[in-house]
């Protein structure tokens, strides 16, 4: 149980174009679903906070109307890369967990197996 | 500013090898602490999972540590398999709503 999937696997498009990458929760409802970016040989950051039926909260440095991010439902979040450059070329990868905040803690996370954008 | 820093970078051992990995964060106000492990252009899976007020935690061959005041945690590797290559992430959550801090990993080799 708890798998998180991501499509497309890998994507490679031309500058100025827009990409829209899918997280899905396959097996439980995510109330709230992360995104990060990790460069190569780098460490994972967080672009933002997705909790389904609100407004993302992005990180500070992170363009909103960049990156846009939409959590329709309980067991999707998508990630658009809008007018991409080669510089947003990197591996976005999501995860979804079940509850967060108040008395429901923090739930374990759950990692998709990630995204890698080439921008040409 | 949370920030997270792993030592070694890289480390290369023979297979059976007994090894620790360290992850010290700058403040000590954690929620929870978290090892993953990622293998290459994969995401990740987590490892093991210590609530503020644990001390370790262990599964199987990991074992980790968490000394909240000194702001460390250590992931304790027995019996070391090429398997086990991997990159290995600590990340740390300041709150309870599930925001990870991570740090810059390190990449182990066991060498048969």
């Known amino acids: 149980g708890a798998v998180v999937s991501q499509h497309p696997s890998w994507v490679i498009c031309k500058s100025g174009t827009s990409v829209k990458i899918e997280c899905r929760s396959l097996?439980?409802?995510?109330?709230?679903m992360f995104w990060y970016r990790q460069f190569p040989k780098q460490s994972l950051m967080l672009m933002a906070t997705?909790?389904?039926?609100?407004?993302?909260?992005?990180e500070q440095g992170v363009e909103k109307d960049k990156f846009l991010i939409n959590h329709a439902s309980l067991t999707l979040s998508t990630l658009t890369v809008t007018s991409a450059h080669p510089e947003d070329s990197s591996f976005y990868i999501c995860s979804a967990g079940k509850a967060f905040g108040g008395l429901a803690g923090a739930d374990t996370q759950y990692f998709g197996p990630g995204t890698r954008l080439t921008v040409l | 500013k949370q920030e997270v820093t792993q030592i070694p970078a890289a480390l290369s051992v023979p297979e059976g090898e007994n090894l620790v990995l360290n992850c010290s964060f700058t403040?000590?106000?954690?929620?929870?602490l978290q090892w993953f492990r990622q293998d290459p252009g994969k995401g990740l899976t987590s490892l093991l999972l210590?609530?503020?007020?644990?001390r370790e935690q262990t599964s199987g061959r990991l074992n980790a540590s968490l000394d909240k005041s000194s702001g460390r945690s250590t992931l304790y590797i027995a019996a070391s398999q090429p398997g086990d290559s991997a990159t290995y992430l600590c990340a740390v959550s300041s709150s309870n709503t599930g925001k990870l801090i991570f740090g810059q990993g390190t990449t182990l080799q066991v060498k048969p």
């Open positions: 097996d439980f409802q995510a109330t709230t």
């Open positions: 210590i609530q503020s007020s644990q």
């Open positions: 997705s909790n389904e039926g609100s407004k993302a909260t992005y």
């Open positions: 403040d000590s106000a954690i929620y929870n």
